[in-house]
């Protein structure tokens, strides 16, 4: 039984931190695995400690690597994108039984948490002295945005569930007792 957790759990890891290490390398903006790593972990991990830890500790991970490429790895508003990724864990753990119809809800939940959350924490830090109107140009601006996160979102929802799916077709030591 050892094994088979041990199994699992290094799987979801390598998957989750080679989506998180997939951040570092060119893309569109917005279009990256952030809310996947988190629902994803929530959905798996039997440990839920570890659903936790492991995506943030790999979004870390590929935050140190781009503030060290590009010196935009940490910014003003990084500890409410933190704490959307804990929050989509806990939408992952929501998902008793894994299905297209079940990822796709939690996808489009997430990405929407994720849009409302850190715009608002942008409004907070750079425009909040502009009051409401602020805060509607913040939303507004931040549309095209949206676009980009929730294909990004379904994308990486697909990679990371499909993949781990046909993982366990494959390796049965993977399969959830």
Do not use: E
Not at 83 to 105: P, W
Not at 116 to 136: D, P, R
């Amino acid at each position: 039984m050892k094994s088979v957790t041990t199994s699992r759990f290094w799987f979801l890891t390598l998957a989750i931190l080679i989506a998180a290490i997939s951040r570092v390398f060119p893309h569109i903006p917005n279009f990256t695995p952030i809310a996947a790593m988190a629902l994803f972990g929530g959905a798996h991990f039997k440990d839920k400690s570890s659903a936790f830890i492991v995506p943030l500790l790999s979004m870390f991970i590929s935050d140190c690597l781009i503030q060290l490429i590009t010196g935009t790895g940490f910014h003003d508003t990084i500890i409410v994108v933190y704490t959307c990724i804990a929050l989509i864990t806990c939408i992952g753990m929501y998902i008793k039984k894994v299905s297209v119809q079940a990822v796709l809800i939690a996808s489009l939940a997430s990405s929407l948490l994720f849009f409302i959350i850190t715009n608002f924490a942008v409004w907070v830090v750079w425009g909040s002295q502009q009051g409401i109107a602020g805060l509607v140009t913040t939303y507004t601006m931040g549309i095209p945005f949206f676009g980009a996160t929730l294909a990004g979102d379904l994308f990486y929802n697909g990679i990371l569930f499909g993949s781990f799916y046909l993982a366990q077709k494959r390796i049965p030591a993977l399969i959830n007792s």
